[in-house]
C-alpha cells in the first residue's frame, strides 16, 4: 500500500538553526499538507499546499515558515530559525482531493535545544 | 469557527469489553469526519470517514461511527476492545476550503487485562 514517507524520524537543533523537514507524499496525490503536534496537545494544522503554491495556512504558519516542493516529489518544511517552542512532532500528509481523505506520514520528531 | 470537542480526555476499558468514544462538532455545512488513531511513537492512521449517505460507517479494525447530525456527534464504538486498542485516538472534521482537517484534543484508551 503506497504510504507517505517522513524524514527524519527526530531532529535534533539548537535553538536559532534552521531545519528542513522532508516528505515523500503519496505518488498520485495533488494536496499536500503540514500539521504538528506539541507533546501532550492536540495535532494542528499549519499548511497545505497544491499546484506548487500555499493554498491554506493558519496563523502558526508565520514567516519563519516556508514550504516546497522542489522536485515535483519531496515536500519540505522548512523553519529558518528555530525557536524552543517548535519542539513538536510535524506530519506531513497528502490528498487525491482537497477534502478528501488525508494519508500521514509517521512524523518527524524536533526537539529544538 | 469550526470546531471538535472529544470530551473524555482519557478512558480504561477492559478487555473485551464494548467502547464508546465521543466526539462532537461545530460546522455549518455537512461536515466531513475522519477518526484517527495514534498508536505511540506512531503516525496517525484512518480508521474511518463520513462523507454523506449511510449514517453508520464502518472502519477497519472492528470500529464503527455513527454520525448524528441533530446532536453534531460523530461517536466511535466497538463492541469488544482488543489489548492492542490502546492508543490516542483522534476525531476530525474538515475545515478550510483546502481540506485541512481540524482535530480535537484527543482521547488516550487504555486497555486493562
Known amino acids: 500500500e503506497p504510504e507517505v514517507t517522513q524524514t527524519p524520524s527526530h531532529q535534533v537543533t539548537q535553538m536559532g538553526q534552521e531545519v528542513i523537514l522532508r516528505c515523500v507524499p503519496i505518488s498520485n496525490h495533488l494536496y499536500f499538507y503540514w500539521y504538528r503536534q506539541i507533546l501532550g496537545q492536540k495535532v494542528e494544522f499549519l499548511v497545505s499546499?497544491?499546484?506548487?503554491?500555499?493554498?491554506?495556512k493558519s496563523e502558526i504558519f508565520d514567516d519563519q515558515f516556508s514550504v516546497e516542493r522542489p522536485d515535483g516529489s519531496n515536500f519540505t518544511l522548512k523553519i529558518r530559525s528555530t525557536k524552543l517552542e517548535d519542539s513538536a512532532m510535524y506530519f506531513c500528509a497528502s490528498s487525491e482531493m482537497d477534502g478528501n481523505i488525508q494519508y500521514f506520514g509517521a512524523g518527524t520528531r524536533l526537539s529544538v535545544l | 469557527a469550526q470546531s471538535v470537542t472529544q470530551p473524555d480526555i482519557h478512558i480504561t476499558v477492559s478487555e473485551g469489553a464494548s467502547l464508546e468514544l465521543r466526539c462532537n462538532y461545530s460546522y455549518g455545512a455537512t461536515p466531513y469526519l475522519f477518526w484517527y488513531v495514534q498508536s505511540p511513537g506512531q503516525g496517525l492512521q484512518l480508521l474511518l470517514k463520513y462523507f454523506s449517505g449511510d449514517t453508520l460507517v464502518q472502519g477497519i479494525k472492528g470500529f464503527e461511527a455513527e454520525f448524528k447530525r441533530s446532536q453534531s456527534s460523530f461517536n466511535l464504538r466497538k463492541p469488544s476492545v482488543h489489548w492492542s486498542d490502546a492508543a490516542e485516538y483522534f476525531c476530525?472534521?474538515?475545515?478550510?476550503?483546502?481540506?485541512?482537517?481540524?482535530f480535537g484534543k484527543g482521547t488516550k484508551l487504555s486497555v486493562k487485562p
Open positions: 499546499f497544491y499546484n506548487n503554491e500555499i493554498s491554506e
Open positions: 476530525a472534521v474538515v475545515g478550510g476550503s483546502q481540506g485541512n482537517l481540524i
